[in-house]
């Protein structure tokens, strides 16, 4: 079963423009996490916020996170043609010993235009 | 791609034959993956490890096994290839001071025919 549901599906901006994209979970979770995967390539991780963490940045990425809601939304800011890609959020459980085993929302794959 | 090496990167085989993929890392982590990618579906881990010999499963581990007899090795066996193993296959590592974390190798394609 899927734990994150990833909203919109697809998006379509103009350069220079902000994406958002939207993750939402349904069990109490130690961290998040957004990756992003070009065509044909691996998942890259971009960042990670943990369960007792609101906001986060990492240069144009601002990640929020609310436990209440079980949601949590990224936001690319000045949006370049190179950051067209499928972004996925990924959440690790709460308790235990998760390592890595992650559990994948389906993407939002998002397209620039130049 | 962290040191990861997927072989082979593309693979057709036909139903009922016995398939391996294989997940070389160079530098020591102890942890890895395999995740299974399909349209519509995410990321689904197969089985995971937690150091040599030490192994469990995942989501989606039906059909599938796996072996890890050295650190730098993983190996993911389909016994009997069916067709809705068609996908593509990712392994990732997570280092030991950022253990919730994945990072991955490119993938392999296969197709089942």
């Known amino acids: 079963s899927q734990q994150g549901e990833e909203d919109p599906q697809a998006l379509s901006i103009q350069e220079g423009e902000n994406a958002t994209m939207n993750c939402s979970y349904k069990?109490?979770?130690?961290?998040l996490q957004w990756y992003r995967q070009n065509s044909g390539r691996g998942l890259v991780h971009l960042i990670l916020?943990?369960?007792?963490?609101r906001e986060k940045h990492s240069g144009r990425l601002r990640v929020t996170l609310d436990t209440s809601k079980k949601s949590s939304s990224l936001l690319i800011t000045a949006s370049r043609a190179a950051d067209t890609a499928s972004y996925f959020c990924?959440?690790?459980?709460?308790?235990?010993?998760?390592?890595?085993?992650?559990?994948f929302g389906q993407g939002t794959i998002l397209t620039v235009h130049p | 791609d962290a040191g990861i090496t997927q072989s082979p990167r593309h693979k057709v085989t036909e139903t009922g034959t016995p398939v391996t993929l294989r997940c070389h890392q160079t530098?020591?982590?102890?942890?890895m993956y395999w995740y299974r990618q399909d349209p519509g579906h995410g990321l689904r881990l197969i089985h995971y490890?937690?150091?040599?010999?030490?192994?469990d499963k995942g989501e989606v581990s039906d059909g599938y096994s796996v072996s890890r007899s050295k650190t730098e090795d993983f190996l993911l066996t389909l016994e009997s290839a069916t067709s809705s193993q068609t996908s593509v296959y990712f392994c990732?590592?997570?280092?030991?001071?950022?253990?919730?974390?994945?990072?991955f190798g490119q993938g392999t394609r296969l197709t089942v025919v």
């Open positions: 990732a590592i997570s280092p030991s001071n950022r253990p919730t974390e994945a990072f």
């Open positions: 069990t109490s979770i130690n961290n």
């Open positions: 916020i943990r369960s007792n963490e």
């Open positions: 990924a959440t690790v459980p709460d308790g235990g010993t998760s390592y890595g085993k992650l559990t």
């Open positions: 530098e020591n982590h102890r942890y």
């Open positions: 490890s937690y150091g040599v010999k030490d192994t």
